[in-house]
């Protein structure tokens, strides 16, 4: 009974910070406020009220309508919603109502913040890096007090993955740039790594950028080059590939390395080098 009332709270929690996830991927591109002014429909300036932004509800209820000028709102929103919810909810499932399961949560959150804006506007935000930053750092000082570590770095550990994090996704971007005559990373990517580094710490920080550097290149090459070029042939264009959003592919690599990273790490180590 209490579990379940717990995956509740987990649940309108993660919806409520969905629903501001969504203010931050929608402004801080454009370079404003998160805090004010209050939230107005796009179309005919709506304002809307409270019991308009109830997190999932109110697009139900509205019909995924503005009340003003019945302009459609887009699923992305409540969709958005939905899955910071079942996140924290899988945060609690796993990890019990803990300091580590709100760890976990708000890792995930900001990383997938940082993945919208990366592939909706090819940039990095620093209000979701340099919050994951001072986050992280604090969460590790404050982790000596609760008690719980893992699966996150140690304070030590911490401030070394942030610098080892920056460090090699910027050299990563320096033979990129060499090697393709042309700018291969933005500095979003150097401050996300920075963050990754600073939650995970330097072996499974190299490893986000190894598992993020393969998937990403796979893809381009085997679905965005290929498709690119197709549809530049068809058009009879020059084909010019387009700029790779890393930060796609960073993002979930790290979550990937926060739960499962020191097994592979492991398994690679004594099962493969026989170390
Ligand atoms: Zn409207």
Known sequence: MTDTILLVFAFAAGSCIGSFLNVCVARWPAELSVVSPRSRCPKCGHAIAWYENVPLLSWLALRARCRGCKAPISIVYPAVELLVALGWIAAVWYFGFSFTALRVAVFGTVLLGIMLTDALHYIIPDGFTAFGLGWAL??????????????????????????????????????????????????????????VGAHLGPSRTLLTIFLGALVGAVTFLVIVLPVGALRSRRRGVPFEPPLVPFG????????????????????????????
């Open 138 to 195: 604090l969460a590790a000082a404050l982790s000596l007090f609760v008690g719980e570590t893992l699966p996150f770095a140690g304070l030590y550990d911490a401030v070394i993955g942030a610098c080892v994090g920056a460090g090699a996704i910027a050299i990563v971007g320096w033979l990129g740039e060499m090697a393709f005559k042309k700018e291969a990373m933005g500095f979003g990517d150097v401050t996300l790594m920075a963050m």
């Open 248 to 275: 796609v592919f960073l993002a979930p690599a790290a979550m990937l390395a926060l739960l499962w990273g020191q097994s592979l790490i492991d398994w690679y180590l004594h099962g493969v080098m026989g170390l």
